[in-house]
């Protein structure tokens, strides 16, 4: 009989070596314990079993069974090979067909008996299954961190679930970035070790980080949630967020709203609700704890630590530990680059589909560069201004204000100010030596072209409207059905096109708003030093017909049909309501009406994949939904803080006046030459501004029609390709997240061509493999709006106690209490009067500003088009306030200061 494994208490007799290793034949074995037999993870939890540390009972599968898996599939799919073309576009479709030959592979010989025995004598002890995670001979090499790009599967129970996630962990190596991160760091090849752990019953769980930059050598970060720690380390839950010294006393901490909690059930992972919600999820015995492991990791070996744990009952247990040594840097970047989401996450937060990316990320890129060629800017040929931050939109910094410092009187430190970033003095110190010989030259030419194309700027915009609307009107003329596939691929290159122009078009507007607003603030800070940026946001208000402040009105225009109409009020109210199920008359017309207007808009309208308010109105009825309540306040003669139901329109309306007012305070501390400047930078400021989101709309339009082609597109792929037609009916029968993203977004616009014209029926795997690769970057944090190098690890708990600070970015002191939504999903919740604070917003949020008392965002700069919407509807607005939706706790009171830029917690009433 053969011998099974080192599971406990197996001692039969051997005909081969088996495939398992207990942990504690590693902890006594240094050779066998080493990286390159069984990956970096399992290799370090050996040296921990070994120093003392407390460590959960291991079983290690090393690597060379991912060898022997590796010899019965097909050479183009093993490791070395993919890692060869992990630079050329074939890299995706080669590694979506290895991840798809690895999963069907059969396991090597008794490994599935030896799983079969670790269940049966271990299994009925592990309440909440088995933990399964990667163990790469390449992690946590210095920079080579495997972190977030292999898979770990939680909850396994049973040998053949055991062998499936396996199979899982192996086939995560077969990913187009994971490759291309690899051979970016000089990797040649690659083995797979596989981690197996009993699950710990956790009560809490989550992360430490021993050091952390910029803070006090010694001083320890911890993120921590109730229940198990993947949300935590995972980034989908907001943790607790404690800084602790090395005493174990709490320093500093920010203790989480804590609804839901993660545990093993039945049917695997689920989540349960929070008894104790506002409770630390730590106890003051356990942070003391982590502070002694922090201590005692260090005092062996004097590095950053980046540590994982579980907490049953009262006592530690480490999952795996590393030296924060192995963070990569983002394609594009070095150590000292300045990355930044503030302006491009704003119009695209979060992860993007590999659709979207194919289209914004050239079109970013693009535009980038025309705007610099147009300033008279050498770009180089091989920069990469656009970055994907786990799956993120970033724009990279240090290369764009290399670039845009060739310009004498462009300063790096205004330019990330009016974009809501940071980090300017850091790209000040960067862009020194830039040379502005080349500017100089060219400047006559430059000038001459600048001057033309502003002084024909109405021209263009008119223009390129005529284009626009026979464009939208041909378009929703044809029938996308009747054309055969090659005309529907045509179909998407033109949409394509008339995106770029429209881009173009945009662009010209935005620069001549940015460029009139830094040429008025530099004029009135001569009369202003300390306010010159508040006066030209107050000045530059009441800008007649602003697009983007359109739904705005519509929705409240709803809001008072409804509220004299009961039928259609009381469907209304339901949080199940259709517009269907509403009674015709005005109400239903008016929104009808609301969404032929603006039905290409959507929160997040920028990802391609979200669908528009045409398609799916329940925001629309839920932004009504919450006006409504409002007038049912006023018609109980118990108006709310702040009444705006009827104020829309004659607000902006006293937003001119008002700005009409601060003008006439500035005129007689001016000399009469700055009067008539001021004057005439202020009428362009406010026309620039007004065209940028004219244009703005434009985009969303278009976005809408490339949308439209993509699904019809996605109708064709699924008729010729039976796999995708298959994946996507179980994954909408299984009620996965992804069932609500359709096919076509998985493959990039290039792809979609290709498929189209030569009827491609292999892009199963490719869109399985995008599947996978989008569900880890949705599972990781998102990364701080700036960083210098490589993204943090943890989350650390935001400056400032309770006044936190921003960029002021619409004029206004209110108070209230908070309202925190963390998707558009939560945007019912709202309720008038009190203060929305939300990660980003778009235009598809605007019309909460009409309901809110203030608003108060993390990302977002002053010129941001919903900051221009809330400056003419008088809301007072803070943006760029870090780590914001954290910090702050719905029901919390604040006072947000829109003149100043802050935000304080007051203390409960």
Known sequence: MAEVVGAKGTSSKAQQAPWLLTLDALAKDEALADRKNVGGKAARLAWLRRNGFRVPDTWVLPQKAFATVLRDIPPACEPRSLLRAASGRSVYARAAEAREEILKAPLPAGLERELAALWEQVGPHAAWG???????????GAMQSMAGLAETVLGVRGPEALGDAVRRVWASIASGRSLAYLARHGVRDVGMGVVIQPMVGAVAAGVMFTRTAGRVARERVVNAGVGLGSPVVDGVTTPDMLRIGEDGRTIEQTIARKLRATVVGDAGLEERAVERPDDPALSPALVAELADVAKRLERIEDVPWDVEFACEADRVWIVQARHV?????????????????????????????????????????????????????????????????????????????????????????????????????????????????????????????????????????????????????????????????????????????????????????????????????????????????????????????????????????????????????????????????????????????????????????????TPRWKEDPRPVLAMIRVGLRMTLAEDADEPPKRSRIDDVESQLARAKSEADAEMSRLVPRLKLAEQTLVRHL????????????????????????????????????????????????????????????????????????????????????????????????????????????????????????????????????????????????????????????????????????????????????????????????????????????????????????????????????
């Open 325 to 609: 040594t192995g963070l990569g840097f983002p394609e594009g970047g070095e150590a000292t680059t300045v990355w930044s989401s503030a302006n491009v996450g704003e119009a695209l937060p979060g992860v993007a589909t590999p659709f979207t990316w194919s289209i914004a990320g050239d079109y970013s890129e693009s535009g980038f560069r025309k705007a610099f060629g147009t300033l008279g800017c050498s770009v180089p040929k091989h920069a990469r201004l656009v970055g994907n931050v786990h799956g993120r939109f970033y724009l990279n910094l240090s290369e764009f204000m290399r670039i845009a410092a060739q310009v004498p009187w462009l300063d790096p430190r205004t330019l990330v100010e009016l974009g809501g970033g940071s980090g300017g003095e850091e790209l000040a110190s960067q862009v020194g030596d830039v040379s502005h010989g080349r500017f100089y030259m060219r400047l006559p030419l430059t000038a001459t072209r600048l001057l033309r194309e502003q002084l024909r700027l109405d021209e263009h915009v008119a223009r390129f409207e005529q284009e626009g609307e026979r464009a939208f009107r041909l378009h929703n003329a044809l029938d996308l059905a009747i054309l055969p596939d090659e005309g529907v691929a045509r179909k998407l290159r033109d949409v394509q096109a008339l995106l770029e122009r429209t881009g173009d078009v945009m662009l010209t507007c935005a620069s001549s708003a940015l460029g009139t607003h830094i040429i008025l603030k530099g004029v009135l800070s001569r009369v202003e030093p300390l306010g010159a940026e508040r006066l030209a946001h107050d000045l530059t208000r009441g800008i007649r017909d602003l697009e983007s402040a359109r739904p705005a009105i519509g929705v409240m225009r709803i809001v008072n049909l409804a509220r004299r109409d009961p039928e259609a009020r009381e469907i209304l109210a339901s949080d199940s309501a259709t517009v269907s199920a509403i009674p015709e008359g005005p109400t239903k017309r008016a929104i009808v009406s609301f969404l032929e207007l603006y039905g290409d808009r959507a929160v997040r309208e920028a990802e391609l994949s």
């Open 130 to 140: 088995f933990a399964v995670r990667s163990s790469a001979t390449t992690e946590d």
């Open 682 to 909: 202020v009428a362009r400021a406010q026309k620039a501004a007004r065209r940028r989101e004219q244009m703005r709309t434009w985009v969303t339009r278009v976005l809408g029609m490339l949308r439209e082609v993509a699904l019809d597109a996605d109708r064709r792929l699924l008729r010729l390709v039976p796999d995708l037609a298959r994946d996507w009916a179980s994954l909408r029968q299984s009620g996965s997240p992804l069932a609500a993203i359709h096919t076509v977004f998985f493959l990039t616009a290039d792809e979609v061509v290709n498929a189209l014209r030569a009827s491609r029926t292999d892009l199963a795997p490719l869109v399985r493999a995008r599947r996978a690769e989008y569900m880890r970057d949705q599972a990781r944090p998102d990364p701080p709006a700036t960083f210098i190098g490589a993204p943090p690890s943890v989350q650390l708990p935001p400056a400032g106690g309770d006044v936190l600070r921003g960029m002021g970015a619409s004029s206004g002191v209110v108070e209230g209490r908070a309202r925190v939504l963390l998707s558009a999903g939560e945007m019912s919740e709202l309720e008038p009067g009190e203060i929305l604070v939300v990660h980003t917003t778009d235009v598809g949020w605007t019309p909460l500003f009409c309901i809110a008392a203030g608003v108060v965002t993390e990302l977002g700069g002053p010129l941001s088009h919903a900051a221009v919407v809330a400056r003419e509807l008088g809301v007072p607005s803070v943006v760029n306030v870090a780590g914001v939706t954290r910090a702050i706790k719905t029901g919390d009171r604040l006072r947000l200061d829109g003149d100043r830029g802050v935000v304080e917690r007051l203390p409960a009433a």
